[in-house]
T-cell receptor
């Protein structure tokens, strides 16, 4: 299957600093990537959709200025948590469908990165 | 946006018994329904999926059913084994607006040996 790689796996930072998380599609081109946040023992909450060549689209309630998303190329999307605070501590995970732009009901499996656990002190 | 609800939140079964997890969705434009298994600290892994033009799909001990009219779908695991213990998520993909995936709240399955 398609491979999505995410780095770093773990990051600890001080309150007020910014943290960048990278998500790469290794064997396919991704014009779209999804960023999710997962609290302990909870579900995957869709934060935003990253679009290569255009602005990200954010879900309702997600602060655009707090969570900056950049889709620099067809294989790389980044999430930057700006001015991080302890409440931003969470598991962040990116994902991409390998069949980009597909509307065919026979395609659409979502492949996930390894996830990044952020701890803000 | 789409709203996916999942029940139960926790499920304990004896090894060899069956387990059923149910999900409902709200957006009739959703056309693809995958189920993911997530072990602690790891990425979700697809275990089975179903498209909106199919009512049932089976893969060995795992099956999924879909009722489009009622907007609900279910995961069935038969002959459960301890290694089936994990958190299971259902999801619905909306066929517009970048084909976003929305996830249920998850079910923690514990299979007791």
């Amino acid at each position: 299957g398609a491979v999505v790689s995410q780095h770093p796996s773990w990051v600890i930072c001080k309150s007020g600093t910014s943290v960048k998380i990278e998500c790469r599609s290794l064997d396919f081109q991704a014009t779209t990537m999804f960023w999710y946040r997962q609290f302990p023992k909870q579900s995957l909450m869709l934060m935003a959709t990253s679009n290569e060549g255009s602005k990200a689209t954010y879900e309702q309630g997600v602060e655009k200025d707090k969570f900056l998303i950049n889709h620099a190329s067809l294989t790389l999307s980044t999430l930057t948590v700006t001015s991080a605070h302890p409440e931003d501590s969470s598991f962040y995970i990116c994902s991409a469908p390998p069949y980009q732009g597909a509307t065919d009901a026979n395609t659409g499996e979502l492949f996930f990165g390894e996830g990044s656990r952020l701890t803000v002190l | 946006g789409e709203n996916v609800e999942q029940h139960p939140s926790t499920l304990s079964v004896q090894e060899g018994d069956s387990a059923v997890i149910k999900c409902t969705y709200s957006d009739s434009a959703s056309n693809y329904f995958p189920w993911y298994k997530q072990e602690l600290g790891k990425r979700p892994q697809l275990i089975i999926d179903i498209r909106s033009n199919v009512g049932e799909k089976k893969d060995q001990r795992i099956a999924v059913t879909l009722n489009k009219t009622a907007k609900h779908f279910s995961l069935h695991i038969t002959e459960t084994q301890p290694e089936d213990s994990a958190v299971y998520f259902c999801a619905a993909r909306v066929l517009y607006n970048f084909n976003k995936f929305y996830f249920g709240s998850g079910t923690k399955l514990n299979v007791k040996p």
